[in-house]
């Protein structure tokens, strides 16, 4: 069978290597490449992926809600995210579905345990946290709080949750026990503003950033060196494609060879 992935840029990807080792891992004969595909050919997406003759692909970033008009089927996980990153092909139709969320959450129940009696606060209110909340949910026996700094993002949710503005986090902070940053201020490198006081977090929480390019952010650098637990992004890559490929083959990945691969590729581009 034959998958890739398809973005722009796309050369960075680490997905490639990621499905090889699981495809080795299985003992079998797949391929998964790679395709560049700028914004203005995305037209074109249909002969380009025909004249690939792929049965399945991801979709990164830019073209997660482009690819919608494209499909003929979207599970209602997708349609409710309103984003997709990940497409089956059979019997010649195009069917989306979005392994975000349950990535996440697959890799932070596996990292940290049960979160069924833990209070979860996710900042951002964005394609990525919308996911991991949806997913979350099924999980949890509290109400989930999202903190934005725009409230109007939270209108067509259609979500039972309580929601904050960003600036209004402060007070509330330090009764959660699980923090998840899907925003780009874990990328601050000014500690004095991140919009999270790291100094009021409960020490016995868990800080999670999406973001596993660098492996510590400074958000979770600082939170870190106040002795407060921390969690990237990488399982949650890793979890994602593992989704995707049983949605392909219907057969469960081989995740041990997928992250290890990660790993071993993110420590070599570290020392280029």
Same mark, same amino acid.
């Given at each position: 069978?034959?998958?890739? +992935?398809?973005?722009?840029?796309?050369?960075h990807?680490?997905?490639?290597?990621?499905?090889?080792?699981?495809?080795? =891992?299985?003992?079998?004969? *797949?391929?998964?490449?790679?395709?560049d595909?700028?914004?203005?050919q995305?037209?074109?997406?249909?002969?380009?992926?025909?004249?690939?003759a792929?049965d399945?692909f /991801?979709i990164?970033i830019?073209?997660?809600?482009?690819?919608?008009?494209?499909?003929?089927?979207?599970?209602? /996980?997708? %349609?409710h995210i309103?984003?997709?990153?990940?497409?089956?092909?059979q019997? /010649?139709?195009?069917i989306?579905y979005n392994?975000?969320?349950?990535?996440?959450v %697959?890799?932070?129940i596996?990292?940290?345990?049960?979160?069924?009696?833990?209070?979860i606060?996710?900042?951002? =209110?964005?394609?990525?946290s919308?996911?991991i909340?949806?997913?979350m949910q %099924?999980?949890?026996?509290? %109400?989930?709080?999202?903190?934005?700094?725009t409230?109007?993002?939270?209108?067509?949710?259609?979500?039972?949750?309580?929601t904050?503005?960003l600036?209004?986090?402060?007070?509330?902070?330090?009764?959660? *026990?699980?923090?998840?940053?899907?925003?780009?201020?874990?990328?601050?490198?000014?500690?004095?503003?991140?919009?999270?006081?790291?100094?009021?977090?409960?020490k016995?929480?868990? +800080?999670c950033?999406?973001?596993?390019i660098? *492996?510590?952010?400074?958000?979770?650098?600082?939170?870190?060196?106040a002795?407060?637990?921390?969690?990237?992004?990488?399982?949650?890559?890793?979890?994602?494609?593992?989704?995707?490929f049983k949605?392909?083959?219907?057969?469960?990945?081989?995740?041990?060879?997928?992250?290890?691969?990660?790993?071993?590729?993110?420590k070599?581009?570290?020392?280029?």
């Open positions: 069978m034959k998958f890739g +992935v398809i973005g722009h840029p796309i050369s990807s680490l997905s490639p290597i990621m499905h090889a080792a699981n495809f080795e =891992a299985l003992g079998r004969e *797949d391929e998964y490449g790679a395709l595909i700028p914004p203005e995305f037209k074109h997406i249909k002969e380009i992926i025909n004249e690939k792929l399945g /991801n990164t830019p073209h997660k809600e482009s690819i919608l008009p494209y499909l003929d089927e979207v599970s209602s /996980n997708a %349609k309103g984003a997709v990153n990940t497409v089956l092909i019997d /010649n139709k195009w989306g392994t975000d969320g349950i990535g996440f %697959k890799g932070l596996e990292h940290y345990g049960s979160i069924q009696d833990r209070k606060l996710v900042l951002g =209110a964005g394609g990525a919308k996911g909340v949806s997913e %099924k999980f949890t026996n509290h %109400k989930i709080t999202v903190a934005n700094r409230m109007s993002r939270f209108d067509n949710w259609q979500i039972d949750i309580e904050i503005s600036t209004d986090v402060q007070s509330i902070i330090h009764t959660f *026990d699980i923090i998840i940053n899907t925003t780009p201020v874990g990328m601050n490198t000014q500690h004095s503003e991140f919009i999270i006081p790291v100094e009021k977090i409960c016995n929480s868990l +800080v950033d999406i973001i596993y660098p *492996d510590k952010t400074p958000l979770l650098q600082a939170c870190e060196q002795g407060i637990a921390i969690y990237n992004g990488l399982d949650m890559f890793v979890y994602q494609g593992a989704e995707s949605i392909w083959t219907g057969q469960e990945a081989h995740i041990e060879s997928m992250r290890n691969k990660v790993q071993e590729e993110l070599r581009r570290s020392l280029c």
